[in-house]
């Protein structure tokens, strides 16, 4: 994704980066939160699965995100823009769906197949902190990929 992007645009792209270091490289819940504002929320649109504020996000990061990430989860940037205080990434996220990953595929058991599922992900940020990520996909993309069998309890 290279392009020339202005101080500004660049400064928020670092504050982006930096969070999703956090989150998926170091894998730190109480690093990830400290990346955002604390009026921050995360939705995962198609399931609304987040939260809202510091408690609830170390919440969901800490027992229901970050652990319940594959261990080889990967993001491959697509597309990038940015502006207006935002920055707008294409990427598809991709893993072995062998752990139950409930804030994103509710209700599915482990298939141990290699899955990648596009997503956009709209961040809004403020004052060199994350505001806000909606992160949208498809569930018609998501059952698609992955076999529908029910997680056991």
């Not at 170091?26 to 990830?32: C, H, K, M, Q």
């Not at 995360?42 to 170390?58: C, I, S």
């Not at 060199?128 to 569930?139: A, F, K, P, Q, W």
Request: aromatic content about 8%.
């Amino acid at each position: 994704m290279d392009s020339t992007y202005t101080p500004e645009e660049q400064g928020l792209i670092d504050v982006w980066e930096r969070h999703l270091r956090c989150e998926f490289a170091d894998r730190d819940p109480v690093a990830t939160v400290a990346t955002m504002s604390d009026d921050n929320y995360v939705n995962h649109v198609p399931v609304m699965t987040g939260g809202r504020g510091r408690d609830e996000m170390l919440a969901f990061y800490g027992s229901h995100f970050i652990p319940k990430m594959p261990a080889d989860t990967r993001l491959t940037p697509v597309c990038r823009t940015v502006g207006q205080a935002r920055v707008i990434d294409e990427m598809i996220f991709a893993f072995t769906h062998d752990i139950v990953m409930a804030w994103m595929l509710p209700g599915i058991a482990p298939t141990g197949r290699w899955i990648e599922i596009p997503l956009v992900v709209v961040v809004q940020l403020r004052a060199g902190e994350v505001v806000c990520e909606r992160i949208c996909s498809t569930r018609r993309t998501c059952r698609w990929l992955v076999p529908i069998r029910p997680a056991r309890s």
